[in-house]
DNA sequence: TATGAATGAGGGTTCATTCAT
DNA sequence: GATGAATGAACCCTCATTCAT
């Protein structure tokens, strides 16, 4: 029997398990689904057995919040990249803020809509804690307090200008026939600078 | 026991049986959520027998559809009762329609939420055919037409506004300390009027 | 409502009431097996109401059981009918009697895999009124007391003969390099006057 | 209360489970027949939980066909033995293959009927791999090289006698007076030699 | 004679989770 | 840490049959 599968357990630092059961599990939901994915399925797809899934997840919706959160990681990181790199300017900084959302949000969609509508009841409550608008809210505000555009309500404003831009890309893909990337950053540069009644440039 | 179960078949009109399933699936997935309902439940709540259900039903999902169409259609008709009746100006027309689509909102969020997000794998096709924003791009354009304003892409617009109101309410129900609906309308017809670059009333 | 779906009930002679529900039955049967069809779709086939069905049989089984004997029927005729035209002679009359039974079954196969084989617990049983072999056995009797042959136990030998006789055919059928009909006929034909004792002609 | 569940998962080598599975189900299909047994049924009697049948078997269907692989098995295992430990002589061999045939049969026709017309769509095709009629077809083609007969056709030959046996043991298991073992076994001896045209001993 | 809305028992199957090893 | 056999509640759906009209 030296041919049998190799039943070895193969002890792993748990970081790194924990990141393949997740990688196994985004890759598997991303192509059916979120209820439509086992748990066998996933411990299959990582090479390991049922009960290690359940050594590093509560449940099968734990896995789901934790790559929501390493999207939102992610996402955050690219944006205050750019930000910090671009302009000083506050019309331009809205510019940068478009157009990585923009990139990001179309290298990612499929991602995006798996850990954010995919499952849990359309948690209303979990958009207060969007990284994403909390800090399009303080860039707004401090472009106010700037001078560079008034505001009434700059956390409402920001959730509007958020949507409106999720909104449009998403239209877009799902259109016969979609924009093309840099159309698609200039209506909603354009739409952003007029809701804030920037002079367009 | 005058309780004793009544197993005569009570025949009613279809089209009332099948609102009440409706009526029943509605009120359950309202409660408790779309997956968490079964179909034992649904016909326990219409009082029907079980096979009943599925005279009226292809399957499960199949109620959730149409308590879509549903929805959507008695939104629509508010919209084109307030429009209808409303003023003839462009900027006031956005206005109603600003305030009937806020009201109806906050007077069906969960329903809405329901049909919109429950279930479904966020088919992003479907906004394609909402009936909602296919209207409000065809008053765009008919104002941009009447020389109300002047819109670079009167569909994407109307889709980025409309996802702006959409998120706006929903943020509001979701803040500690929700604006209200006054404010909440005043907010977001601001909003639109600046988009629009509509002179401020 | 002129364009109404035309709801008046047209009575029908029992007799071809009957008939057509055989007929829906027996065509949806050999194309989807007795289990896999439902009494819906028998009525559906037949254009009449679920519970029409019910006037004219007690059950689902009920239609196979009706099915088979008007299918024995019809065998027993042409067997009749053949063997009153045919040949005087003894060995002759076995000769007919294969070819026709070859030639029935060939043309009906699947009509008789239906009514023998598709339901009912294999009912052993049956094969003791299967008229066929009844006629058979009274065939071989009638030979034997004519000197034609000698059997030990008529009845057993036709049983014998008859299964044989089906087996061949039902093996031909499906193999893959089917035997042509004349070849099969000769085949058995050799094996009945083997088994017989009959001078192979 | 000693009854009280005993909940702990009590693992069993995979081949005891699998056959205590097939056990429960050959002897509820035996009582009940294959359609009125429920899986439900076969756990019970297994004394495993639901799931644990569908460990080891795709579908309910799935152990039938386990046990008719089963049954084919330990009948060519018997009919293997009787050839190796009888006679040499080619006569005599037959006169073993049906006595073996006649006896395995009656101590198992249930057995035989479950797993062969039990359920299945009549598979004709299945007889074609039916190893029994292939070790006769076999044996039939080394007598006729050893010239202990001659035969146009064993494949089709080897069909016939096996069906010829097959109805017999039935047709005389649904009679009234049913012959006697040695009754039964003496007359499909004689039609044998007679169809093998081998001088009756 | 004919209808067809209603019934509801019943069935097969899935799968998240546990726990003894 | 790792395993994977076992669990069993839960679920969706089918369909033969009935009966008031």
Sequence with gaps: ???????????????????????????????????????GEIVAEADVAKGTFY???????????????????????????????????????????????VNAWLDSVARH????????????????DNLVILRLATLLEQGAQAGAWTIDHPRMVAVMLFDALHGAVDDSLAAKTPLSRAQLIALITRFYRRALAIDQG
Tied chains: 1, 2, 3, 4.
């Design 55 to 101: 050594l590093y997840f509560k449940t099968k919706d734990d896995v789901l919040d934790a790559l929501r959160t390493r999207f939102i990681e992610g996402f955050c990181e690219k944006l205050d990249l750019a930000l910090a790199a671009g302009d000083r300017d506050w019309s331009g900084r809205i510019d940068i803020w478009v157009r990585t959302c």
């Design 1 to 39: 029997m030296t041919g049998a599968a190799d039943k070895r357990p193969r002890t792993k630092p748990a970081e790194i398990r924990r990141d393949e059961l997740m990688d196994a599990a985004e890759s598997l939901f991303l192509r059916k689904g979120f209820a439509a994915t086992s748990v």
């Design 113 to 128: 809509d798996l850990v954010f509508h995919q499952h849990a009841p359309a948690d209303r409550a979990m958009k207060a």
